[in-house]
């Protein structure tokens, strides 16, 4: 019997979508007769990257899928596994290369146009990173607690559980739980890493 330590049998959730991505980027990519030095200049990452992902051991953050199918370029739901299918496929890509950054679902929606569903947990007066900006649409729902919608130079939004908020995206705006207590919410965001 010919066996090693280890080994294992079953590849996990993750390994299937790192490898499926890579797979999709590579064809895309030979396709258009581009190296991986060719294509990593066109995105704007090193070469070590691209052969990353092509290879499946690297799965790309949201906002790395994005500058891929832009420069390839294709929607970028058309990455994701299962892009061909109705309703697409859900997938789960890290927000950064940080060690232990948080995930976000990403679901491929209309045409170039994938939704990303962020869950937060955040303690009383904890914020959920800091203002931002960008393009597409952005639907606050509280499921637990009170969040405080801020919007630069206009008034708080306070949202509580069970209760939702249409964002404005065209200006920096922030979220964060009430001083009262720990919230939980989604944010779930059109078009957000275009920008």
Avoid at 16 to 41: H, K, M, N
Wanted: hydrophobic share 40%.
């Amino acid at each position: 019997m010919n066996s090693r330590a280890g080994l294992r049998a079953v590849l996990t959730e993750r390994e299937i979508t790192t490898a499926r991505i890579g797979a999709q980027v590579r064809s895309l990519r030979v396709e258009r007769e581009w190296s991986v030095t060719d294509f990593a200049l066109r995105v704007g990452v090193a070469p070590h990257v691209v052969a990353g992902i092509e290879d499946g051991s690297r799965l790309p953050t949201v906002e790395l899928l994005y500058r891929l199918a832009g420069a390839l370029p294709v929607a970028a739901g058309d990455l994701l596994p299962g892009a061909d299918l109705r309703p697409r496929a859900e997938v789960l890509l890290p927000l950064s290369d940080a060690p232990g950054a948080p995930v976000v679902q990403v679901i491929g929606g209309g045409p170039g146009n994938p939704t990303q569903t962020y869950l937060f947990d955040l303690a009383a007066g904890e914020s959920d990173g800091g203002f931002s900006r960008h393009p597409g649409e952005e639907l606050l729902v509280v499921m637990e607690g009170e969040v405080v919608c801020s919007i630069l130079d206009g008034p708080d939004v306070r949202v509580r559980a069970g209760r939702s908020h249409a964002v404005r995206t065209d200006v920096p705006h922030a979220m964060r739980a009430s001083d009262a207590g720990p919230a939980r919410f989604l944010l779930v965001c059109t078009d957000a890493c275009r920008g």
